[in-house]
């Protein structure tokens, strides 16, 4: 397959070129950017000399649309504009902005304050959830990445909504993030003195993140509610670590919770299960595609904690978007992404 990534110098598109590299349908990659058009990309990048010794190349749409995919790794408002002119053109699609996750526009507004993508272009989106969606991912040509926070709050919670075991109308999510998931810009909240030694807590009530969770819910839980959710900076590189908590429902045991999860990612690589965790933390995830999950009832107050890990760059971004584009090819979900996590 011929690849573009557009905005490949962030974390996100870096990491799409880690994965992309060695994926064994994969043969060409052009890197496109909105800044530093014709550097060499290895002279921004010296681990990539070599390996990708290419000018970056001007986002240009008439020059887009020989490719096979087309990744978008932006902040989000640039996609809104850009890809709707490709629709229907040709390359298949995969938006790692947020600015095709939410299906309500005047949502998106409000959250992330910026013009919305057209309606059409929303109304042909697929959100990409790979183990919740992939019917619907397998058709469409544009897929709508899930937000980080999304990702790693989403996949424990779902089977238990679904099943009617935990009350999602209580429902709290407290999560944690390594400082790469604000992007490569350098900012206040992520220079090293303010970062270091340090733990912060940042969008208390406002993160963008809170809609695309409850829209999740409703569309793959089969409930509407809304959600407390809360964000932190963790003084680390990569990964989430989200914990939830909720009441469980008359008669429901521990067991029952592990068994539904275990019964729906019986058949998905990448969610594992953990029964123990005597050792549950975000490096066991490094680098890797996985989310695992731990789940505990407190018969005291009979409520449960759930506990999932991702990488925030690879489960959380440009590994599910990888993920995303097996499913629409007809590949095995994990071509391309059997790394062994970097434990240390």
Known sequence: MKIGI?????YGGLELIRLLHNHPEVEQIDLYTSSDEGTLF????PHLKNLYDQPLLKIDPGQLLGYDVLFAS????????????????????????GDFRLKN????ETWYKKTPAPEDALIQSAY????????????AQLIANPGCYPTAALLPI????????IDASQLIIDAKSGVSGAGNTPGPMTHFSETNENFSIYKINEHQHIPEIEQGIHLFGGQQTTVTFTTHLVPMTRGIMATSYAPVNAG?????????LQDYYSTHSFVRIMNEATKFCTKQVSGTNYCDIHVKVDPRTNRATIVSVIDNLVKGAAGQAVQNMNVQFGLDETTGLTQVPLFI
Do not use: M
């Open 128 to 139: 990409g959830l790979t183990e919740w969606n992939s019917e619907t991912i397998k058709n």
């Open 158 to 165: 779902l089977p238990l909504i679904k099943e009617g075991l």
């Open 252 to 260: 429901v045991t521990e067991t029952n919770l592990v068994d539904c």
């Open 42 to 45: 290895s002279t921004k990048f």
């Open 105 to 108: 526009a005047g949502e998106y």
């Open 6 to 10: 557009i905005g490949a110098s962030g």
């Open 74 to 97: 932006t902040p989000a408002g640039v996609t809104s504009r850009l890809l709707p002119q490709l629709l229907g053109e040709g390359p298949k699609l995969i938006d790692l902005s």
